[in-house]
């Protein structure tokens, strides 16, 4: 079993900065590869980014290239969302989830319960 906490969800003005955290615990944790979806109201679940289990290995949606990064520290086992000049298409709920097939996959085992990110413009 692995646990995944988000945090570091807000509100900001659209330019500003937000940085979202993911802890996961567990004992095989270190194992997976962790990645960021976002839902916005009324519209399906999209994946943002996302890491590897060691932190080599980066992916990004085209929309959010140049302005997130994600990084992972492999020691906390917590990986991190970097989002710079953010944008109103940016609110929506941010989750973190866990994959041992890798960053890109059509299954994810592990989920958070999300965290509210809110662009006002």
């Known amino acids: 079993q692995v646990q995944l906490v988000e945090s570091g969800g807000g509100s900001v003005q659209a330019g500003g900065s937000l940085r979202l955290s993911c802890a996961a615990s567990?004992?095989?944790?270190?194992?997976?590869?962790l990645v960021w979806f976002r839902q916005a109201p009324g519209m399906e679940r999209e994946f943002v980014a996302g890491?590897?289990?060691?932190?080599?290995?980066?992916w990004y949606t085209d929309s959010v290239k140049g302005r997130f990064s994600v990084t992972r520290d492999v020691t906390k086992n917590t990986v991190y969302l970097q989002m710079n000049s953010l944008r109103s298409v940016d609110t929506a709920t941010y989750y973190c989830?866990?994959?041992?097939?890798?960053?890109?996959?059509?299954?994810?085992?592990?989920w958070g319960q999300g965290t509210q990110v809110t662009v006002s413009s």
């Open positions: 989830a866990a994959a041992l097939r890798g960053i890109v996959t059509d299954e994810y085992d592990y």
């Open positions: 567990g004992r095989t944790a270190s194992h997976y590869a």
């Open positions: 890491i590897n289990w060691s932190g080599e290995s980066t």
